[in-house]
T-cell receptor, first 113, second 115 residues
Framework: AQKVTQAQTEISVVEKEDVTLDCVYE???????LFWYKQPPSGELVFLIR??????QNEISGRYSWNFQKSTSSFNFTITASQVVDSAVYFCALSGSGSRLTFGEGTQLTVNP | ETGVTQSPTHLIKTRGQQVTLRCSSQ?????VSWYQQALGQGPQFIFQYYREEENGRGNFPPRFSGLQFPNYSSELNVNALELDDSALYLC??????????????FGPGTRLTVT
C-alpha cells in the first residue's frame, strides 16, 4: 500500500518569507514517482514537478525548489520569497508502476501581505 | 495545445439519482484518470482508463463506472447517488508509455452536490 503524509495542515507566512512544505511517503515499489500539485481556490490542480525514484538530485525552478531524500522517504517543497499569489493548497502525491496517484491531505498555505 | 476540460462545472442531484460527468483529455494523451475530492481532503483515485479499458480501480463501489472513447475522452457514471458522493470530481489525462509514468494534467473539476 502507498501512503503520503503531509503533517502540516495549514501554514501562514508573511510575504517574502521562505516556507517549506513537508512530504513523507511510504511505498514498497522500487520504481516510483513523486509529484507536487498546487490547488488554488478555483479548484484546478496545477502540476508543479515530477521526480522519479532514481533521481535524487534537488531541483530549483525560479522561487521553487524541491529536496528529495530517499533515505528519509521525504520530498519537501520550498518556496523562496513567498508572494500572495502562492496562497493555495499544495498536494504531494506518489505513483508506482500503475500510474494512479496517491495524494496527501494537502497543506493550506496562506501568504499575507 | 488544448488542456483538459470537464462538464458540467456544477451539478445538483437528489439521492438515488444517476449522474454522468464528462472529460476531454489533453491533446496527445492516451490515459484518463478520475478522482474524487471531498471537501478539505486530498483527491482519491476512482479508476483509470487506457485504450478504452479500465486500467486500475480504487476503493469505490461498482455503482461508479466509466467509459473511454476512441478520441480518449471519458465519462464517469455514478448510479444510486448517496449524500457522501457530494464532492469535486477531477479528471486527469496523461501519456502512459511502456517504461515511464508521465505527469497527470487535471481539468477544472465538476462540483457535484447530492441533496
Amino acid at each position: 500500500a502507498q501512503k503520503v503524509t503531509q503533517a502540516q495542515t495549514e501554514i501562514s507566512v508573511v510575504e517574502k518569507e521562505d516556507v517549506t512544505l513537508d512530504c513523507v511517503y511510504e511505498t514498497r515499489d522500487t520504481t516510483y514517482y513523486l509529484f507536487w500539485y498546487k490547488q488554488p481556490p478555483s479548484g484546478e490542480l496545477v502540476f508543479l514537478i515530477r521526480r522519479n525514484s532514481f533521481d535524487e538530485q534537488n531541483e530549483i525552478s525560479g522561487r521553487y525548489s524541491w529536496n528529495f531524500q530517499k533515505s528519509t522517504s521525504s520530498f519537501n517543497f520550498t518556496i523562496t520569497a513567498s508572494q500572495v499569489v502562492d496562497s493555495a493548497v499544495y498536494f504531494c502525491a506518489l505513483s508506482g508502476s500503475g500510474s494512479r496517484l496517491t495524494f496527501g491531505e494537502g497543506t493550506q498555505l496562506t501568504v499575507n501581505p | 495545445e488544448t488542456g483538459v476540460t470537464q462538464s458540467p462545472t456544477h451539478l445538483i442531484k437528489t439521492r438515488g439519482q444517476q449522474v454522468t460527468l464528462r472529460c476531454s483529455s489533453q491533446s496527445g494523451h492516451n490515459t484518463v484518470s478520475w478522482y474524487q475530492q471531498a471537501l478539505g481532503q486530498g483527491p482519491q483515485f476512482i479508476f483509470q482508463y487506457y485504450r478504452e479499458e479500465e486500467n486500475g480501480r480504487g476503493n469505490f463501489p461498482p455503482r461508479f463506472s466509466g467509459l473511454q472513447f476512441p478520441n480518449y475522452s471519458s465519462e464517469l457514471n455514478v448510479n444510486a447517488l448517496e449524500l457522501d458522493d457530494s464532492a469535486l470530481y477531477l479528471c486527469a489525462s496523461s501519456l502512459v508509455g511502456t517504461r515511464i509514468t508521465y505527469e497527470q494534467y487535471f481539468g477544472p473539476g465538476t462540483r457535484l452536490t447530492v441533496t
